[in-house]
């Protein structure tokens, strides 16, 4: 196999783009519209329950409006707060070079304040986004790549990499 080496800059913009594409995805996955026609309904009962003044247990049937206004709100935080925090966590860093380096043995992450480097069998999967390509860890860490800076190649060998470890039983679906 060759080796990968993947050099890019993790600017403000860079990681605030990439934290905003993973909340939209997160959005998008969550918030099914079965679930939004569910609130609808019970929208209406709790509207027409108000408005005939029924008995107070009626009023229930504002909880799935009442959960998702609350989701709704701490989406809508997390949507502003997390790209201002994942700015302020680089901001210290002499440079912001990411550099990503996949070998035969290692996936390896390097910036200015750290190197990480793990066996492939850390790799947990592969999140696509519109302008990025998310390598999630079993530790939990996401690193975010954008996907112009990865070659079709290096793609190739991470999908295969994890393939690798769906067909030993070692990750399940």
């Given at each position: ?12 913009a ?13 959005l ?49 935080g ?96």
């Open positions: 196999m060759q080796d990968h080496l993947l050099s890019y800059e993790m600017t403000d860079v990681i605030s783009q990439a934290v905003r594409e993973d909340c939209l995805a997160v998008k996955e969550y918030a099914k519209v079965r679930d939004l026609m569910l609130v609808l309904a019970s929208t209406l009962v709790f509207v027409l329950v108000f408005r005939a003044q029924a008995h107070w247990i009626w009023w229930l049937s504002a909880l799935p409006v009442i959960i998702y206004i609350i989701l709704g709100a701490g989406w809508v997390a949507y502003f707060w997390l790209p201002h925090a994942a700015r302020s966590r680089m901001s210290g860093l002499p440079h912001r070079i990411v550099r990503v380096e996949l070998a035969d043995e290692h996936l390896a992450f390097e910036t200015a304040a750290e190197r990480l480097e793990v066996a492939w069998g850390e790799l947990k999967a592969l999140k696509r986004r519109p302008g990025f390509l998310f390598m999630c860890l079993e530790s939990g860490a996401q690193i975010p790549v954008p996907l112009a800076e990865i070659p079709v190649e290096a793609i190739i060998l991470l999908e295969s990499k994890l393939a690798a470890r769906y067909e030993t039983g070692d990750l399940v679906p």
